[in-house]
């Protein structure tokens, strides 16, 4: 019985993980940002350079961060719950290190 808890945990925290993901990657399709969606499962590598780069403040106290973690190139900007509140705050540009939309279109 404990083994299916576990199966159903696991698949819960899954489906929540995408579910962040989606969110993410739907706002900067939206807002025409360009970005580089990384799938951490299918390379040891980029889940190392990850885990490697979010500042150590950042990190839970146990275990390894989840995903989504957002970089702007090699700058970590912070995960799904920094973002959501970015978002909520509308700051989420400043949050990913980009100038605002109006700006940009304002100028020539």
């Known amino acids: 019985m404990s083994a299916l808890q576990d199966l159903a945990g696991s698949s819960l925290g899954a489906q929540t993980i995408k579910k962040k993901q989606q969110d993410v990657v739907r706002f900067l399709e939206a807002n025409k940002i360009e970005f580089e969606e ?3 499962t299918m390379s040891e590598e980029q889940r190392q350079w990850m885990y490697k ?3 150590p403040e950042k990190k839970p106290a146990q275990g390894n961060p989840l995903p989504p973690q957002i ?3 090699d700058q970590y900007c912070g995960d799904y ?3 959501f509140e ?3 705050s509308n700051t989420v540009f400043s949050f990913l290190g980009l100038k605002s939309q109006l700006a940009s279109k ?3």
């Open 38 to 40: 990384v799938d951490i």
């Open 53 to 55: 780069n979010i500042p």
């Open 71 to 73: 970089f702007n190139d």
């Open 81 to 83: 719950d920094s973002f």
């Open 86 to 88: 970015s978002k909520e």
């Open 106 to 108: 304002a100028e020539p």
